[in-house]
């Protein structure tokens, strides 16, 4: 009798210990394939910072900001990183998601230009060709970029291309320019160079367009019934982001190690631009991840002027800063 409830004390307390130590899983969709505007999530996991925060996250690729609004919407991943604009455009069709960290605090639109053919300032960008993808952000948001800069972006002859097809099609020079993210410089300026071709830059925000993009979002429904796991994740990743601006180098080895199949020197490369958007005035005194609501009301405002935004979508509507810890980065 004695060693049959010893037996059922130790299965007590075996079960007990299991419970204590089960971890909250968590889906985590990505924007795009892992690059280096993702070092601060790999570091996360790889210093243990997940593990710590007793959270098991499954990292998923994404295939495009606006598909991983609707994964997080509909539930098929709890936490997703994607730009503002997607997530403005959805909540006006339903898809009830807010950002809640952000990571770029400086946007990264920008249109790369061949040297060399008269194009100097963007008004020459008149009458030239223009690589984009139909419906990406940066594209939509050229009128505002053209005004900003002071001519009109309608000039400018749009020529539809796959993201996959822009490099290429700007170093063999079949257009003039194309539009995309500062974090694809580093293979826009190796392909220029491998070309033997001068490649320069015109970034959004110089000419007055300076709007929140990418960062992390969640549901309604999540947001709400799972609060603290959330508030553990951006805590947990936002330590990652800190860790990785103070300790590059050893963030490029663990996202290598997770993903050996990637150049060292590009995601790198990546990493680096991604810091320049990071570290401003306000995320140096706020903290990493800090939405400031007068620059998302701004945001909602451009992206209303200039995409299809159906429903009344208010800033309260896109976004909470009731998950975000102060975290400021070393650098």
Same mark, same amino acid.
């Given at each position: 009798?004695?060693?049959?409830?010893?037996?059922? @004390?130790?299965?007590? #307390?075996? +079960?007990?210990?299991?419970? /204590?130590? %089960?971890?909250?899983?968590? $889906?985590?969709? *990505?924007?795009?394939?892992?690059?280096?505007?993702?070092?601060?999530?790999?570091?996360?996991?790889?210093?243990?910072?997940?593990?710590?925060?007793?959270?098991?996250?499954?990292?998923?690729?994404?295939?495009?900001?606006?598909?991983?609004?609707?994964?997080?919407?509909?539930?098929?991943?709890?936490?997703?990183?994607?730009?503002?604009?997607?997530?403005?455009?959805?909540?006006?069709?339903?898809?009830?998601?807010?950002?809640?960290?952000?990571?770029?605090?400086?946007?990264?639109?920008?249109?790369?230009?061949?040297?060399?053919?008269?194009?100097? @300032?963007?008004?020459? #960008?008149? +009458?030239?060709?223009?690589? /984009?993808? %139909?419906?990406?952000?940066? $594209?939509?948001? *050229?009128?505002?970029?053209?005004?900003?800069?002071?001519?009109?972006?309608?000039?400018?002859?749009?020529?539809?291309?796959?993201?996959?097809?822009?490099?290429?099609?700007?170093?063999?020079?079949?257009?003039?320019?194309?539009?995309?993210?500062?974090?694809?410089?580093?293979?826009?300026?190796?392909?220029?160079?491998?070309?033997?071709?001068?490649?320069?830059?015109?970034?959004?925000?110089?000419?007055?367009?300076?709007?929140?993009?990418?960062?992390?979002?969640?549901?309604?429904?999540?947001?709400?019934?799972?609060?603290?796991?959330?508030?553990?994740?951006?805590?947990?990743?936002?330590?990652?982001?800190?860790? /990785?601006? %103070?300790?590059?180098?050893?963030?490029?080895?663990?996202?290598?190690?997770?993903?050996?199949?990637?150049?060292?020197?590009?995601?790198?490369?990546?990493?680096?631009?991604?810091?320049?958007?990071?570290?401003?005035?306000?995320?140096?005194?706020?903290?990493?991840?800090?939405?400031?609501?007068?620059?998302?009301?701004?945001?909602?405002?451009?992206?209303?002027?200039?995409?299809?935004?159906?429903?009344?979508?208010?800033?309260?509507?896109?976004?909470?800063?009731?998950?975000?810890?102060?975290?400021?980065?070393?650098?």
């Amino acid at each position: 009798m004695k060693r049959y409830v010893l037996f059922i @004390a130790a299965v007590a #307390l075996f +079960g007990c210990c299991e419970r /204590a130590s %089960a971890k909250d899983k968590v $889906l985590f969709s *990505l924007n795009w394939i892992p690059y280096g505007l993702h070092y601060g999530i790999f570091a996360a996991e790889g210093q243990g910072f997940y593990d710590a925060a007793g959270l098991e996250l499954d990292i998923q690729r994404g295939y495009g900001s606006g598909e991983t609004v609707k994964r997080v919407a509909i539930g098929s991943a709890e936490i997703g990183m994607a730009d503002m604009a997607s997530v403005i455009v959805g909540r006006g069709n339903g898809l009830l998601v807010k950002q809640i960290a952000v990571i770029l605090d400086r946007s990264g639109d920008a249109i790369y230009y061949l040297k060399g053919t008269g194009i100097s @300032a963007p008004k020459d #960008l008149a +009458g030239r060709t223009l690589g /984009a993808t %139909a419906g990406e952000t940066s $594209l939509l948001l *050229l009128p505002a970029f053209g005004s900003g800069a002071g001519f009109d972006a309608k000039a400018i002859n749009i020529v539809n291309l796959t993201p996959p097809a822009k490099i290429p099609s700007l170093v063999t020079r079949k257009v003039d320019s194309m539009v995309t993210f500062t974090t694809e410089e580093p293979a826009v300026l190796a392909g220029g160079q491998k070309a033997n071709i001068e490649i320069g830059r015109f970034l959004f925000s110089d000419y007055g367009v300076d709007f929140y993009s990418i960062g992390l979002i969640a549901n309604d429904e999540i947001l709400e019934k799972k609060a603290d796991v959330v508030k553990r994740v951006v805590d947990a990743t936002m330590r990652g982001y800190a860790w /990785a601006i %103070a300790n590059p180098e050893a963030a490029a080895d663990i996202f290598v190690k997770r993903f050996p199949e990637s150049s060292r020197d590009l995601t790198l490369a990546q990493w680096k631009i991604t810091m320049q958007h990071m570290l401003t005035e306000r995320t140096r005194t706020r903290g990493l991840g800090y939405i400031d609501r007068e620059k998302m009301a701004k945001t909602l405002e451009l992206i209303k002027k200039y995409q299809d935004v159906k429903g009344d979508v208010g800033v309260a509507d896109v976004y909470s800063m009731n998950f975000l810890s102060p975290i400021k980065a070393a650098n």
